[in-house]
């Protein structure tokens, strides 16, 4: 069974950073693929970037290219996502999410955390 463990949200003022973690208890982490999601108050849920399972490949939304970046520990099973120069509209729950094999697309993701929140104020 698939466990996503996310950490590292909270409060941040405008043109801040934080980084997000998610801890997978996966053995064979290394043969996932990794993704961040977001869902903002009254919205539906976005994508925001994944990382292939050899993180080779990394891809974001446009929203956020250029300013967030994902990347993966596969010795300490731990994906991170880092944010800077954050604005109000990337306040949101973030998840964390898993997919097994090698996947270039942002969809199909199995595996889901409980989230965590992040909260630019302006």
């Known amino acids: 069974q698939v466990q996503l463990v996310e950490s590292g949200g909270g409060v941040v003022q405008t043109g801040g950073s934080l980084r997000l973690s998610c801890a997978a208890s996966?053995?064979?982490?290394?043969?996932?693929?990794m993704g961040w999601f977001r869902q903002a108050p009254g919205k539906e849920q976005n994508f925001v970037a994944r990382?292939?399972?050899?993180?080779?490949?990394?891809y974001y939304a446009d929203s956020v290219k250029g300013r967030f970046t994902i990347s993966r520990d596969n010795a300490k099973r731990t994906v991170y996502l880092q944010m800077n120069s954050l604005k109000p509209e990337d306040t949101a729950v973030y998840y964390c999410?898993?997919?097994?094999?090698?996947?270039?697309?942002?969809?199909?993701?199995?595996?889901w955390g409980q989230g965590t929140q992040v909260t630019v104020s302006s």
């Open positions: 990382i292939t399972s050899s993180g080779a490949s990394t």
């Open positions: 999410a898993a997919r097994y094999g090698y996947h270039s697309g942002t969809e199909g993701f199995t595996s």
């Open positions: 996966i053995r064979t982490f290394s043969s996932y693929t």
